[in-house]
């Protein structure tokens, strides 16, 4: 599938593209001329790929409060958290607590939808965000489009016109098939090529690679694998799970949104399915893949460089004082704002890692690019 990029991000500020019924014979199809479609948002100025770009690891290219948070289709608004890539996105679990009684999966942040069709549908409906008022506006929209009218009907047997809940299923079905697709998880990075015995790496990233891995050195993999073995070809890089790193606040993109310096995001415990304390400040850790191209980092979009976001994993075992300074304001790291809920034992854990190794850490994480950003 060739994406509908290069046409449809090209107007994402003017129309709605405009669709031919024999391009949207399957629920992939239609769902990637959803992704794309603008009159999904209040002032047909956005669609889903404005804050998930093809052409940026479906992350948000533009750079709104320092580079953290998305402008909504009003122009003014702008949120608390960075968008996180939609690639990938698919291998996320539906959210659940697993049998040690940890929650994991879902999507967002917070896990609050469950899989990506409830993902799918928030951003539509969301004041801030697309800013349309109701399901019903929304397929509304998209019945004044005949061609949306007859694959909605040949795919799912709906009638937009007539059925405005159905249609919202059936739109928000269509946007989680498409992000389904192999085109969101390609696994064609170096690491993959390498996995298959058709490149080697360089000894940097080799080192990089037995550092990620190891349980004597490092503590990278104890949340960011999921698979049993090292030289799995499927490996999302994340368990999936929730954790309080003790990200310092984004005072800066907060000058930028209005938020009070003092205001503390409770992450997982905003999930209205969680009601424990010891949730407040957790939130899911991300994919790996394309990290190298996906700044800025953590949920707040505290930090613009990778190799900042490894030398704040490596502060925890490090008692020199040059860890303790963030590179990128040459000042403390800043407090953590929900001190309580660390998860102390996943970050203490190995020695402090000099200079040389957090530069294979990065060299390694480079490599798990997909080809198309490389």
């Known amino acids: ?10 107007f994402l500020a003017t129309s709605a593209t405009s669709v031919v019924a024999g391009e949207l014979a399957t629920a ?12 999904l948002s209040a002032n047909g100025t956005q669609s889903c790929a404005s804050c998930h770009d093809p052409n940026a690891g479906f992350v948000d290219p533009r750079r709104e409060a320092d580079g953290a948070f998305s402008r909504g ?18 291998l996320s679990p539906a959210f659940h607590r697993n049998d040690e009684g940890d929650w994991v999966g879902g999507q967002f942040w917070d896990g609050r939808a469950a899989d990506l069709a409830a993902q799918a549908g928030g951003p539509i409906l969301n ?8 399901e019903a506006e929304a397929v509304a929209r998209l019945a004044e489009n005949a061609d949306y009218v007859a694959a909605f009907d ?23 098939t498409f992000e389904q697709s192999a085109e969101f998880q390609p696994f064609d990075s170096k690491y993959d090529r390498f996995l298959r ?3 080697d790496l360089s000894p940097e990233e080799e080192l ?22 090292a030289i799995d070809p499927a490996e999302p890089f994340t368990d999936f799970r929730y954790h309080n790193i003790g990200v310092p606040a984004n005072l800066v993109a907060r000058r930028e949104n209005g938020v009070d310096a003092n205001w503390v995001d409770n992450g997982l415990l905003d999930n209205p399915l969680v009601d424990d304390p010891g949730a407040r400040g957790a939130f899911k850790t991300p994919t790996l893949r394309n990290v190298a191209v996906t700044a800025p980092y953590m949920h707040n979009g505290v930090f613009q460089d990778l190799r900042t976001v490894v030398a704040f994993y490596n502060k925890y075992n490090s008692n020199a004082p040059s860890a303790q300074i963030n590179p990128e304001t040459n000042a403390p790291w800043g407090a953590p704002p929900v001190p309580e809920t660390i998860a102390t034992e996943e970050l203490t854990h190995g020695p402090a890692l000099d200079a040389r190794r957090i530069d294979a850490l990065v060299a390694f994480l480079r490599t798990l690019t997909d080809a198309r950003y490389e």
């Open 127 to 134: 004041p801030i965000e697309l800013g349309l008022t109701s």
């Open 1 to 10: 599938m060739v994406f509908r990029a290069a046409v449809c991000f090209t």
């Open 28 to 39: 992939v199809a239609l769902g990637e001329a959803l992704f794309f479609e603008t009159a």
């Open 208 to 229: 990089g690679r037995l550092l990620f891995f190891s349980e004597q050195f490092t503590n990278c993999n104890q949340c960011h694998q999921l698979q049993r073995s």
């Open 197 to 199: 015995g058709e490149i």
């Open 73 to 90: 289709d009003d122009g003014v608004s702008l949120g608390t958290r960075h968008a996180p890539s939609a690639a990938y996105a698919a």
């Open 154 to 176: 040949a795919i799912y047997g709906v009638d937009i016109p007539q059925d405005a809940a159905g249609g919202f299923a059936a739109l928000t079905a269509a946007l989680a």
